[in-house]
């Protein structure tokens, strides 16, 4: 079986921690922990290997993440004399190797197009008989042996040719998701958000369910399901699929052109609504969407006050409040209660407890201002490490952390200063340097490689970049 792991959206309702190139899914919201690593986590047991649908920004976290959580790299997607290949084909036998290292191989989508299209490409890829489970990547799972028996209960129907869905067993009468009315197994209907007299209703009558957003079938099920209810959706993702490329040994994308031809669609309108193949899975899983940050309060220790803990946050006399920090610096709330106080490194974020859907007015007004806000922290991961702004000086200076073995190529609109701040084996533009070194570069393409197969490398920039 394989997990086939949805990540692309952008988590604009936890802003200022969830950012266009550091959504929250790859953001260590609990215990350290993104909610991507967790998803790795929860099916490494339970799966042969995992592909990643996500898009070129996001391709940095999710590939990093990925290497720490499964410790092995992928197959590549070349052939032995080095030339690409088309489609999924070499990604498949990796698959089959379900030992402590599991492999992990990513679909970059150049431009977001709904469920459907994202589930297909990766189908078109697979053995008909080989079992999906489709899952989000911003999701949390707390009761993890009752996942475990839910999917495997689902793995089963769908090897017997069924369109398995997960019914999360509602606690509350919730206006936010879409439902599914089930008896025992069978799906009865599929219902868009509801009003809060219907949600109400719903939670009364005891037979309908969250729509959790996670399938389990078999790739050549859904994709005959695909084909006589959304054949729109089937012959461009054939065609998209064919045009496949590689863009290094982890990863395939396609052009723009190709993904836009394919329909802007859900896997739940264009194929579940329709199918009779249908079968749910309910199921009690600890399973929140964290959509909002009264969502997170609820699941994060607190202490004896109601206040969210944090290593660097002190509470006097202030109750119930929630408090993100990742600036490194001491936050102090005194005699305040029910806030919300979301501090980063370049934007802090500040409002009422249970008022969390505000935060879109705030995106709102970043987006008319065109900020930069909304897109990145000053810390950034990227393929080679990590790219950080520093602040507090009167010209641009930018910390480069670079993995050992690893290259960075960045594009200069002007001079700058480099100091090597650590590494032994660092060439820059091809020019052997150590730490302690400096070096003038007067605009044009900067290559750094670090040689050393242990030791980071890390360089201070001073100038644009």
């Avoid at 802003?15 to 967790?38: C, E, H, M, N």
């Avoid at 810390?379 to 000086?393: D, E, K, N, P, V």
Wanted: aromatic share 8%; with cysteine.
């Amino acid at each position: 079986m394989i997990n086939l792991i949805l990540s692309g959206g952008s988590g604009t309702r936890l802003w200022p921690v969830s950012r266009t190139l550091w959504p929250k899914q790859f953001y260590p919201l609990i215990d350290g922990a993104s909610l991507f690593s967790l998803t790795l986590q929860r099916n490494r047991a339970l799966c042969n290997g995992f592909l990643v649908v996500t898009n070129f920004e996001q391709y940095p976290l999710a590939r990093l993440q990925m290497r720490e959580e499964l410790r092995a790299p992928g197959q590549g997607f070349q052939k032995s004399d080095g030339t690409a290949t088309r489609g999924l084909e070499t990604a498949t036998p990796g698959f089959g190797t379900a030992t402590r290292g599991l492999s992990g191989r990513c679909i970059l989508e150049p431009v977001g197009r709904n469920t459907a299209p994202a589930i297909a490409l990766a189908c078109l890829g697979l053995p008909p008989d080989e079992v999906v489970l489709v899952t989000p990547s911003d999701h949390l799972i707390t009761k993890t042996e009752a996942y475990a028996e839910a999917v495997r209960e689902a793995e089963s129907l769908a090897r017997a040719g069924y369109l398995v869905t997960f019914g999360i067993q509602p606690t509350y009468p919730e206006t936010g998701f879409g439902y599914i009315e089930a008896n025992d197994r069978d799906v009865l209907s599929f219902r868009e958000k509801p009003d809060r007299a219907t949600a109400e209703s719903y939670l009364q009558a005891g037979r309908y369910f969250w729509n959790s957003g996670m399938f389990c079938f078999r790739a050549g099920t859904f994709l005959a399901e695909l084909l006589e209810h959304a054949p729109e959706v089937h012959r461009t993702a054939v065609e998209a699929w064919n045009s496949l490329y590689a863009v290094d040994e982890q990863a395939q994308t396609l052009t723009r052109e190709n993904m836009m031809k394919m329909p802007d669609i859900s896997i739940d309108y264009g194929i579940m609504e329709k199918s009779r193949r249908v079968k749910v899975v309910p199921a009690d899983l600890g399973w929140s969407d964290l959509g909002s940050f009264d969502a997170l309060y609820e699941l994060l220790p607190r202490n004896g006050e109601g206040n969210t803990r944090h290593s660097n946050a002190r509470y006097l006399n202030s109750h119930n409040n929630l408090l993100l920090n990742d600036s490194g610096q001491l936050l102090v709330l005194q005699g305040v209660d029910d806030l919300m106080v979301v501090h980063t490194d370049t934007a802090t974020y500040i409002g009422r407890r249970g008022e969390s859907q505000h935060v879109k007015q705030v995106v709102d007004l970043l987006k008319s201002e065109s900020s930069e806000l909304l897109r990145a922290h000053a810390h950034r991961a990227t393929l080679f490490g990590s790219q950080t702004r520093l602040s507090g000086a009167s010209e641009p200076l930018t910390e480069l952390n670079i993995m050992p073995g690893s290259t960075c190529t960045i594009e200069l609109p002007g001079a700058i200063q480099l100091w090597v701040r650590q590494g032994s084996a660092v060439l820059v533009n091809e020019q052997s340097c150590a730490a302690g070194d400096t070096q003038s570069v007067a605009g044009g393409v900067l290559i750094v490689h670090n040689r050393s197969e242990s030791e980071h490398a890390r360089l201070l920039l001073v100038g644009s970049i």
